[in-house]
């Protein structure tokens, strides 16, 4: 959504630091430009350096943390290319194209709500730390399938957490649209010192719903939503949003295959037709997507 | 020994070989989001646009890419900007290019390729015209014209008839006897015939068991279809007396040594770019590297090697 | 949940939908040279033997194999004992296997196909028979005799009169229009359609620059291929009535269940073989586990489901 | 050449040295059925271990020596499969069919002159230590095409050897066809006290040429050759043989799929028509073979 053009480059950059985390991987590479570079919700097209053909593509990765000169990604090994960068190790060299894509819009006011869904967590905590240094109040809400996914919420740190797993193995039991209702009036009605976990209470009733456009007008001011994870997440957000009167910015998914505008293949159903995840996005207003 | 690299498709001169095949890269946007300035350090000896059509496309439904082993399933559908747009918006920018522009377009029947093609003839940005008959992801039996060498013929003819720039027919290798099609296209007056589009295939999701893509199947590219490609250079290369670009999976100078060897005058990367982008800026000098080795010296001595 | 492998071929009951393709498996010659006790567990659920002609076949001149990208390229040329050594020296060793023979024929001419098959009728040890009109390595324009639905379907006619046994006729996916082959094939009397075999390819040497196989070009296998293998079973299935054997680049259990919810009532492993000889014995137990977590109890209930 | 049978098996094999021999690579792995078992001119069907499908087979490789559970393969990396196997570090793993093929006879009597030409040398080591082992005189003639290759010679330990590189640039220059002459013809004429290096003198005349069938009646006693090369260098060996009366063995190269005589692959066109490398051979007797 940010509209200075910052250009991206390609890297080669060696691996300094790889370790599990749950069933995720983090991985560190030393990326000076990157480092130098990438806005929150940012991507880069990333795969093992050297001429094997099996990944033969490059993956759209968010940046999930910056530390001086390295840049720092989170993987969930699910198919081809991410289990192959799962299996970098120190010493090994990636090959990095990026930043690239419009990155989250942080210029907005109030408080800011960060959602993640399973490895959708990935490039949030970078987002959540640049919204707080930005001062403006921010809170987190992390769903995952399974306590194994679940401790990547380590990774946020010095930020406010509400964490919530479908099996109940670790948080609060359930999808993340159960709590979000609840934690966005909280935090549209009052400011952080009024915020109660929603964790743990699977309070539908708990909290008044509200009624649209009127409704909002009671509260104090309008919380901003950020969101990355399942489009089905996404979806389901969008419109509790819409409800509570709530801007939400959502960062979308889609296979690509250049990362740069060339071959129309990444595009996103939005109101205004096809558009593309890698340099229209992938981040997009949540109005303007066609759910 | 010095070889050099020159080489000339027709009445285009180029610098090297290497070309970008159509719908796989895009200079506008790519100089707008790399560092490179792209217009003035441009890698490719000629440039391709994404073919157009008469009308806008909006191209298919997503989901629309997928890798496969060595290789890139795609159902874009020739989404496009629309012929008139491509004139007005892009051709004027695309004159900035040092090198030759051949403009590709489509057709969602025959008679378009004789209105694209007029729209076309007058312009002196473009260079050739490459007619692309053959995107698998057009007409929904995933039957491109090109499967029909009469069809491909009335095309060419419309074509043919429009304009008389050099005029590049892009074959699909969906078809039994590929041959059979160039002949029809270069009897119908193409001037040089473009091998190979991409491979009809499908690839299933994983976990849900349907089709991965929005459109059921696709184009497969990439160098799983390098053989495929190489065959159909060596076969309509021997039976006709045009110049032919070969594309389909090259993805090193080696690859790019093998098809003029197989009898290409020119090679395009497709799938390859978005492996490495920064792959067309070297292999020039890759490609020279390795014909001096050899004791090549020049393109002419290479091509039709094998 | 436990999930049942158990499926059936026509009057064929199998253990487990996973076959050997034709050409890739030699359980005579395995049997003597690796440790493993291969007739009495035999890792598939049937056996195909190498296609067999009327007269024995030396093959094409070597080189006959050569890697590609993900792919093999094979240019064997149906090298056999042919079909009355098969009968006389190997058809009683296999008949000690547990599991149905499904013989294997090709012929020089389509009348061929017909003596081929007259010869197997009468033997009880031959489960059923593939007709393989699809090598792309016989004749010398390298187009087979399956590239043309007439002259299948007067294959498959000859064979028809000739034998009351399930027939199988295994296509090449070098065509414009497989379905139309194949409904050529089940018009003619076909039981059951296998595809694909081989994609018509070639490759060079990299050094020499000429072509590598003797025969100049071959049939690309593995997993290069799977895309188009995948497509093929799920038109083919969709628009006939018949059972379909699925291959192309199979290779892991995930593959297998691709192919089975493309539409494939059985699957058949080649050249993956040649990368892991024990896979064959992993992949039930594979198949099954992957069949579980996605709630799939039986091989009915995956067929057909993409 | 060998009758015995010995069942072959696919083992899996950790990777405990690799280093660099002049411009090959050795790696030693642990395999201990194989090292039990394979005898000199087998091969082994070898790939790096795991999904990855680049390379997608296994290549036939040569056993270079054996050491207790040790087996050692020379690698030249020329394309795919090899460059992969020569990428190969301690701590990976090897996929390892074998051992395949006949073998050599080491059954015969009489000196025995090892040929090499390039990577052909890998084998001939451990077949060298064996035939000295069984008592049999042996000599090694060793040719390459430059100095890089030729270092290789280093791993015929206390062995007579004879090297040759093509550039001159180790040991005598020129082809070993050059040379192969005279020394078949000292070892023919005399024991090895007799033998002088002929390396370093590109003497066609030094030794008297020899007149075929005739000629080879007024020696002591026939001298056997084993070889492993290029075909064009075995061709020429063959025809030296012929007209020396001396016995040859070669090993054949072929591009192999299934190694095990199933599909057809790897046919070398002999005087009986086409046999199977893998199955059949890799070594034949010269005379068998249709030059
Ligand atoms: C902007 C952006 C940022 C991303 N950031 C991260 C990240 O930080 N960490 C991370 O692990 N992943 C991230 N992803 C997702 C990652 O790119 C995909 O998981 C990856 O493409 C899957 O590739 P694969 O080869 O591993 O799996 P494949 O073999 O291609 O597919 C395996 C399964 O995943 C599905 N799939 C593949 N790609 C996608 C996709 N892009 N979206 C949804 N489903 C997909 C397939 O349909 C299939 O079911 C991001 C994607 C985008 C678009
Ligand atoms: C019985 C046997 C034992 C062998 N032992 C060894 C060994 O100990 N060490 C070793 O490094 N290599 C050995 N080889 C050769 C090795 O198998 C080949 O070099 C290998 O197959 C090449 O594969 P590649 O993928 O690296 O090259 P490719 O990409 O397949 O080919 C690269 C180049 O090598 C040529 N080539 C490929 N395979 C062969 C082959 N088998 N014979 C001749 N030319 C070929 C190709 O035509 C091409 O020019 C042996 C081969 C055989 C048959
Ligand atoms: C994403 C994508 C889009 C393509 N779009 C076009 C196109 O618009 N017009 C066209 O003629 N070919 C198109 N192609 C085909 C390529 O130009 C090329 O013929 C094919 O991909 C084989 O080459 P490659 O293997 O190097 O990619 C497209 C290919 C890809 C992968
Ligand atoms: C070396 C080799 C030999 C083959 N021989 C035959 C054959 O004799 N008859 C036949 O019908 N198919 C033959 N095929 C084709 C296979 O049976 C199969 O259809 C094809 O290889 C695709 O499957 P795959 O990708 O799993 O190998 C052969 C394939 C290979 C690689
Ligand atoms: S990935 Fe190519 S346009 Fe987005
Ligand atoms: S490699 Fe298959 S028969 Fe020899």
Redesign the interface.
């Known amino acids: 959504m940010e509209d200075q053009h910052i250009p991206a480059s390609l890297f080669d950059c060696p691996v300094v630091e790889s370790r599990p985390v749950g069933s995720y991987r983090l991985i560190s590479f030393v990326a000076r430009e990157v480092a130098a570079l990438a806005r929150p919700g940012q991507f880069l097209m990333v795969r093992a350096a050297g001429q094997s053909l099996d990944p033969l593509l490059p993956r759209p990765i968010g940046v999930h943390e910056l530390e001086s000169d390295l840049v720092k990604i989170l993987i969930e090994p699910v198919g081809r290319g991410t289990i192959s960068l799962a299996g970098l190790r120190v010493g090994d060299r990636l090959s990095v194209l990026g930043p690239l894509g419009n990155g989250f819009d942080l210029n907005g006011e109030g408080p800011a709500l960060v959602v993640g869904g399973g490895i959708g967590a990935a490039p949030l905590a970078f987002l959540a730390r640049a919204l707080s240094q930005r001062g403006r109040e921010v809170r987190c809400l992390l769903g995952f399938k399974i306590r194994g996914q679940a401790v990547a919420a380590e990774l946020f740190r010095n930020q406010k957490i509400d964490v919530y797993t479908e099996d109940g193995s670790m948080g609060g039991m359930g999808l993340i649209s159960e709590p979000l209702p609840g934690i966005l009036a909280e935090m549209q009605a009052g400011g952080p010192e009024n915020a109660i976990s929603a964790a743990g209470d699977s309070s539908d009733g708990a909290i008044p719903a509200d009624d649209g456009e009127t409704g909002v007008a009671g509260y104090h001011r309008a919380a901003e939503i950020f969101a990355c994870g399942p489009d089905a997440m996404l979806a389901a957000l969008s419109g509790i949003a819409g409800d509570h009167g709530a801007k939400a910015q959502v960062s979308m998914a889609a296979h690509m295959a250049c990362g740069v505008g060339a071959c129309q293949g990444c595009v996103i159903r939005t109101v205004d037709g096809y558009r593309r995840a890698c340099s229209e996005g992938p981040v997009f207003a949540a109005g303007e997507i066609a759910w | 020994m010095k070889a050099s690299l020159h080489t000339s498709l027709g009445p285009l001169t180029l610098d090297h070989p290497i070309i970008n095949a159509s ?4 200079v506008i ?2 100089d ?5 300035d792209l217009f003035s350090d441009f890698p490719f000896a000629a440039y391709v646009p ?1 073919t157009v059509t008469l009308k806008p496309r ?2 298919n439904e ?13 159902s ?1 559908g020739l ?1 496009n900007k629309g012929i008139e747009n491509f004139i007005v918006e892009d051709l004027p920018r695309l004159a900035e290019l040092l090198v030759p522009i051949i403009a590709s377009i489509a057709g969602e029947s025959t008679s378009d390729y004789g209105s694209c093609a007029e729209l076309l003839a007058g312009r002196d940005e473009v260079a050739a015209i490459e007619l692309n008959v053959s995107c698998p992801n057009v007409e929904l039996d995933g ?1 491109a014209l090109g ?1 029909d060498p009469e069809r491909t013929a009335r095309a060419v003819s419309l074509a043919r008839a429009a304009t008389s720039k050099f005029l590049i027919v892009k074959l699909t290798p ?4 590929i041959v059979a099609v160039a002949q029809a296209a270069a009897a119908a007056g193409a001037d040089c015939i473009s091998v190979i589009n991409t ?6 999701d ?2 849900t ?3 991965v893509l929005g459109h059921t ?1 696709g184009g ?1 590219s ?7 490609a ?2 159909a250079v ?1 076969m309509v290369s021997r039976a006709l007396d045009l110049p032919v670009i070969g594309m389909g ?1 090259v ?1 090193t100078a ?1 690859d790019v ?2 098809f003029l ?2 009898g290409a005058s020119a090679v395009a990367i497709g ?1 390859a ?6 792959l067309a800026a070297r292999l020039p000098g890759e490609l020279r590297d390795l014909m001096e080795i ?1 004791g090549i010296s020049s393109i002419g001595q ?1 091509s039709g ?2």
Chains 1, 4 share one sequence.
Not at chain 2, 174 to 177: K, L, R, Y
């Open positions: 719908g796989t890269f895009d946007e790519a707008r989001i790399l560092e490179a994404k909006t191209g997503p989901p629309r890419l997928y890798e496969t082993a060595a290789g890139l399933l795609n874009i989404a039957r499967c969906n078809v039994t006897d491979v009809h295939g499908m690839a299933l994983p976990w068991l349907k089709p199947s497969l990439g160098p799983a279809i390098k053989p495929v190489l065959r060596y999976g993805t080696q040594l093998e060897a197989a799938t770019s978005f492996r490495d982008p920064l050899r290479l090697m094998a």
